[in-house]
């Protein structure tokens, strides 16, 4: 079944209804069908985006970017040095003004408000790249791939080891809530969601058959997991002072190969592991580095920078890190077609 998604924003998963967010995931798998039978169809051809980022990217700009390009369409990037956004002039404005520019804007920033006034003012579809409460574009990659592989949804079990009050912890859970998957969070209680997020989440689940639950027991959470996640400990825009604290207290929680193999031993179907990316799992990243060189001789487990996951399980056979990032491009093609108009 098609739906009209024509000028929807994106700004939190929660804007769309289960159903549409199929409609989507469905669309980004067609999408990358085609894509690897080469077939070509520019079908917004002559039309025009804006993606703007506060703070960098490698994926979600590059993503829009090849999409736009895919679709036949121009794509202008502006960050906040090189344009009046955000110092000079307001959200409000630039929303007006990009507007009569483009068929649709994208908006990575850190207020969750910055994106929501974004799309009060613009007259073409917002789409939300990231704020520091919600990833929503990420989640139509993630749940693509998670429906790739095991060919269903419903009833798939997601562990997601890490901060449970990001963007990336938030935005998970709302969409196992949505789509009938079983969501645990398994990190310090310090960093699990807000009440008000939980009591929601557990409302959709009353509807979609999905459970969400919470534990500091890592063992005992992955047990039966199809999908192991993680995410970064200190993500864009924290202080590096945090990091002493995070490893401290993230320190139990890291996805190593005793993780994945305990999941292994009583999964019925997987594990896959999966991080939206970028990840610290070596030295060969300048945080990594510099982690392992401040923290490494009170914390020996990060002293080869591997902090959230091991490099063993990284570039194991059970990771689909790069499936996933893939999937980034064909998702958010699917995105912008059904919100600017297939
Ligand atoms: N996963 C993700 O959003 O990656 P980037 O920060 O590189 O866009
Ligand atoms: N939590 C991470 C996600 C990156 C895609 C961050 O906000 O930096």
């Not at 804006?50 to 990037?77: H, N, V």
């Not at 009938?180 to 969601?193: A, D, N, S």
């Amino acid at each position: 079944m098609a739906y009209n998604l024509r000028a929807r924003d994106l700004l939190k998963i929660s804007d769309f209804r289960p159903d549409e967010l199929n409609y989507l995931i469905d669309l980004s798998i067609h999408l990358k069908k085609q894509n690897h039978t080469g077939v070509m169809t520019e079908r917004l051809k002559g039309k025009s985006i804006c993606i703007m980022f506060q703070k960098t990217s490698t994926r979600t700009r590059c993503s829009f970017e090849t999409a736009a390009f895919e679709l036949g369409m121009g794509c202008t990037y502006l960050d906040s040095s090189s344009s009046q956004f955000g110092k000079k002039e307001s959200v409000a404005d630039t929303a007006q003004v990009l507007s009569r520019f483009y068929d649709g804007i994208e908006f990575r920033g850190f207020k969750q408000s910055d994106v929501e006034e974004l799309a009060k003012y613009a007259t073409v579809p917002v789409w939300n790249g990231l704020t520091d409460e919600s990833h929503p574009t990420q989640m139509i990659a993630d749940m693509m791939t998670i429906k790739e592989w095991f060919g269903f949804l419903k009833g798939i079990k997601l562990v997601f080891l890490g901060d449970g009050r990001f963007n990336m912890g938030n935005s998970l859970m709302v969409t196992c809530a949505k789509l009938g998957l079983h969501y645990v969070l398994c990190g310090p209680k310090k960093f699990w969601p807000k009440k008000e997020l939980i009591d929601q989440c557990k409302r959709w689940c009353k509807d979609s058959g999905g459970t969400i639950s919470f534990t500091e027991d890592k063992m005992k959470a992955v047990e039966g997991a199809n999908v192991i996640y993680t995410d970064i400990w200190v993500s864009m825009g924290e202080d590096f002072k945090v990091w002493d604290e995070r490893i401290k207290l993230m320190r139990p929680f890291q996805v190593d190969m005793e993780t994945m193999l305990h999941a292994e031993k009583t999964a019925k179907l997987g594990p896959i592991f999966m991080h939206c990316l970028p990840s610290y799992h070596g030295l060969d990243t300048d945080v990594g580095r510099e982690v392992a060189k401040q923290f490494g001789k009170k914390y020996p487990q990060v002293k080869n920078g591997e902090l959230e996951v091991t490099d063993e399980v990284f570039n194991s056979r059970f990771s689909f890190v790069f499936d996933e990032a893939e999937n980034r491009l064909h998702s958010i093609k699917a995105i912008i077609l059904a919100t600017i108009g297939i």
